[in-house]
C-alpha cells in the first residue's frame, strides 16, 4: 500500500518562481527521500533527509522534514524550464526497512 | 559507467503472452527491486530481491514472476495471468538489502497489451 501522499498534485509556476511539494505518510519512518522523474523515464534520487534531521539543502532544493506531523515538503528556489517534472516522495520505514514506499507525485510545470 | 540497464524500453503483447523484462546492473549492489507505474500514480513494488536466489513479494506480485540466479540481474516476467498488464516498469537497486540510502533506478520498460 502507498504511504505517501503528496500535495498538490500539479503546479504550474512561472520561469524564477518558487515551487513547494508538500508530502504526508502514515507511519515511523527511518528516512524521507525525494525523486524526480523526467516524462518516460526513470527516477533520479534529490536528497534524503533522516528521521532525526529537520531541514536539508542541496543547491538550489530545501527538504524540510516534521515528524510530529509526518510531513515533509520540497522547496525549489529559482525555478527553470528544466525542473519540469513529476516529483516523488519516498519513505524508509522503522518496521518495515527493506522498502521504500512511494508517493503519488507531483507534477511540475515551469514556464520559460 | 555504472547504472542499471532495462530491455527492451518498448515491447508489445498479445493477451495471453507471457513476456519477460530484463534488468541488469554493474553497481555491485546486493538489492534489486520492480515497480510498477501507471499513469499519474506513483510506485508500486512488485518484487524486490535481497540475494541471490532469494525473493520477496511485493504489494501487486500477483501475475508476476523473478528470478535471481545473479547478483547483477534480476529479470521480470509478466505472466498471462496478470490481468492489466499494460504500464510502466522500473527496475531499482540499492547498495544495502536494508534501505538506509537511495535507490538507483533504470529508464524504464513500456509494456502495451494489444
Keep these: 500500500s502507498q504511504q505517501g501522499e503528496e500535495d498538490p498534485q500539479a503546479l504550474s509556476i512561472q520561469e524564477g518562481e518558487n515551487a513547494t511539494m508538500n508530502c504526508s505518510y502514515k507511519t515511523s519512518i527511518n528516512n524521507l527521500q525525494w525523486y524526480r522523474q523526467n516524462s518516460g523515464r526513470g527516477l533520479v534520487h534529490l536528497i534524503l533527509i533522516r528521521s532525526n534531521e529537520r531541514e536539508k539543502h542541496s543547491g538550489r532544493l530545501r527538504v524540510t522534514l516534521d515528524t510530529s506531523k509526518k510531513s515533509s515538503s520540497l522547496l525549489i528556489t529559482a525555478s527553470r524550464a528544466a525542473d519540469t517534472a513529476s516529483y516523488f516522495c519516498a519513505t524508509g520505514q522503522v518496521y518495515n526497512t527493506d522498502k521504500l514506499i512511494f508517493g503519488t507525485g507531483t507534477r511540475l510545470q515551469v514556464f520559460p | ?114
Design chain 2, 1 to 114: 559507467d555504472g547504472g542499471i540497464t532495462q530491455s527492451p524500453k518498448y515491447l508489445f503483447r498479445k493477451e495471453g503472452q507471457n513476456v519477460t523484462l530484463s534488468c541488469e546492473q554493474n553497481l555491485n549492489h546486493d538489492a534489486m527491486y520492480w515497480y510498477r507505474q501507471d499513469p499519474g500514480q506513483g510506485l508500486r513494488l512488485i518484487y524486490y530481491s535481497q540475494i541471490v536466489n532469494d525473493f520477496q513479494k511485493g504489494d501487486i506480485a500477483e501475475g508476476y514472476s523473478v528470478s535471481r540466479e545473479k547478483k547483477e540481474s534480476f529479470p521480470l516476467t509478466v505472466t498471462s495471468a496478470q490481468k492489466n498488464p499494460t504500464a510502466f516498469y522500473l527496475c531499482a537497486s540499492s547498495i544495502d538489502r536494508i534501505i538506509t540510502g537511495e535507490l538507483f533506478f533504470g529508464e524504464g520498460s513500456r509494456l502495451t497489451v494489444l
